[in-house]
Each structure stands twice: as C-alpha cells, then as structure tokens.
C-alpha cells in the first residue's frame, strides 16, 4: 500500500508571505502511462473539498495562479505565492496512480498569524 | 454545472447498515468515461476513499472496507447508492459523493452528508 505523507501539519503564516507543504508517497507515482497522479485538494472551513491542482502541475479551472504544484517520483510541493485570508483551510495530497485506489495525505492545515 | 448531492438518514443505530444515495444534476452519469465514488471524513480527521462505481455496475473498494460495503448504480435516476453495514461509532463521519476523472480524482464534489452512528 502507497502512504502519503504531508508535512508539515500545520502551518502558521503571515498574510502576503509564501508558504509551502511537501508531500511524500512511499512508492513513486509515475504511472506506466508517463504520467504522474498526484492531487492536491483545499478545504476551506464548513466546506467541501476542492481540487486545486491534478497531475502534479496543473491547475483547476478558477484557481488562483498563485497556487502552483511541483515535483516528481515521490516527493511533490504545493506552493502558494502569496497567502491571502480566503487560502485558510487545510491541504491534502491524493495519489491516483494507483487507480482505482486513491491514498490522501493527512492533511497540511494553514492559517494566518 | 455538474452537481452530485447526497442525501440519507443522520442517524444510524450501530450494527445496522447505513445507506445513502447520490442524486447527480447537470450531466448524466452514464455514456461518459468517469467514475463516480464516495469519500468520508470522521469529525476533525483526514479523508478517507471508499469506493468507486462505473455506470455499467463495475465497482472498486477500499481493502479496509470492503467486506462492509456495496456501491450500486441507478442510470434510470442518475443516481449511485452506498451502503456500509455492521457500523459502528467510528463510522461516523461526513460523507461525500464525486465524479472521479480515473488518476485526476475527484473533479465535482457534493456538500457532504454527516452520518452519526449512535443508539
């Protein structure tokens, strides 16, 4: 089985300052396909989970450009710019190269100083 | 605008089953190539997958679960249906229905369900 791996778990941040979350899956996730299924999802308080990004990079529909996602093989970052009041809520990495089975991270939670 | 909303009773006594459906508005369930699943989150935890169902009645579970749960498909209603038997009160969770886009995961997400399992 495939463990995801967030850290750190909470993460105090100043508004208008950069933040980063690292994710690590203990098996790499390049599917035989050539391509790299890792998710990142936002859940902002009382609400339900939102994709940010899929395919290690890309970007949803509508989300902001400061949200950008790295990485490869087993280690992968999510990185906001700039933190802004709307980006608090808490974080999780989603393996789907191993499809049909999905494994979250426990979840990065990010809120302001 | 794709939208899966869930919808069941609150409450559930333990060791009984709970059932719950998803009712998807905006686009058919059938005829595409997504999945559709069910993911819950236990109050103030992480989120779990349960599983998955294609509209031709294909289904993938969750090993931890697997011997508790069955996943159905109604194309006439556009709906798929969970259930989750022998629960317990760590089955209490909120309980989401999405499509699943196969790697990319869950693209459209319903507003969730809480389920508490309580006598």
């Known amino acids: 089985d495939v463990v995801m791996t967030q850290s750190p778990l909470s993460l105090p941040v100043t508004l208008g300052q950069p933040a980063s979350i690292s994710c690590r899956s203990s098996?790499?996730?390049?599917?035989?396909?050539?391509?790299?299924?890792l998710n990142w999802f936002q859940q902002r308080p009382g609400q339900s989970p939102r994709r940010l990004i899929y395919?290690?990079?890309q970007r949803d529909s509508g989300v902001p450009d400061r949200f950008s996602g790295s990485g490869s093989g087993t280690d992968f970052t999510l990185k906001i710019s700039r933190v802004e009041a709307e980006d608090v809520g808490v974080y999780y990495c989603?393996?789907?190269?191993?499809?049909?089975?999905?494994?979250f991270g426990q979840g990065t939670k990010l809120e302001i100083k | 605008q794709l939208q899966p909303q869930e919808s069941g009773p609150g409450l559930v006594q333990p060791s009984e089953t709970l059932s719950l459906t998803c009712t998807v508005s905006g686009g058919s369930i059938s005829g595409t190539p997504h999945y559709w699943g069910w993911i819950r989150q236990p109050p103030g935890k992480g989120l779990e997958w349960i599983g998955t169902?294609?509209?031709?009645?294909?289904?993938h579970y969750n090993p931890s679960l697997k011997s508790r749960v069955t996943l159905s498909v109604d194309t006439s209603k556009n709906q798929f249906s969970l259930k989750l038997n022998s629960v317990t009160a760590a089955d209490t969770a909120v309980y989401y229905c999405?499509?699943?886009?196969?790697?990319?995961?869950?693209?459209?997400w319903g507003q969730g369900t809480l389920v508490t399992v309580s006598s």
């Open positions: 395919k290690v990079s």
């Open positions: 169902i294609f509209y031709t009645g294909t289904t």
């Open positions: 999405a499509r699943l886009d196969y790697g990319d995961a869950m693209d459209y």
């Open positions: 098996q790499s996730l390049l599917h035989s396909d050539g391509n790299t299924y």
């Open positions: 989603m393996q789907g190269t191993l499809w049909p089975l999905y494994t």
